[in-house]
Nanobody, 124 residues
Framework: DVQLQASGGGLVQAGGSLRLSCAASGFSFDDYVIGWFRQAPGKEREGVSCISPRDGSTDYGDSVEDRFTISSDNAKNMVYLQMRSLKPEDTAVYYC?????????????????WGRGTQVTVSS
């Protein structure tokens, strides 16, 4: 079965960096797109970034303002989100997810498979 596990969250001061990891298993890595989403209390779920491991193409949500970078290690079935210049507004639970469609659609409408989230808290 499909498994997606996000890790690497924690506490960080504003301006700092964190690297989130998503371990994927149970599906063909090359046949799906993998995305990062986040949700803060009282806010709508937001698409952060997405990658197609098949060709390496990436997409980003408007909110990250070029501060985040998504990447994949296809040999390890891992996807990463490098976050820098973190702001308190980035505080949220971050989830990785997978879908058989495109990154554009997945970021806009959500994905079929979801993992457990990891908490990111940015202090001011």
């Amino acid at each position: 079965d499909v498994q997606l596990q996000a890790s690497g969250g924690g506490l960080v001061q504003a301006g700092g960096s964190l690297r989130l990891s998503c371990a994927a298993s149970g599906f063909s890595f090359d046949d799906y797109v993998i995305g990062w989403f986040r949700q803060a209390p009282g806010k709508e779920r937001e698409g952060v970034s997405c990658i197609s491991p098949r060709d390496g193409s990436t997409d980003y949500g408007d909110s990250v303002e070029d501060r985040f970078t998504i990447s994949s290690d296809n040999a390890k079935n891992m996807v990463y989100l490098q976050m820098r210049s973190l702001k308190p507004e980035d505080t949220a639970v971050y989830y990785c997810a997978a879908d058989g469609g495109s990154c554009l659609k997945g970021l806009a409408y959500g994905m079929d498979y979801w993992g457990r989230g990891t908490q990111v808290t940015v202090s001011s």
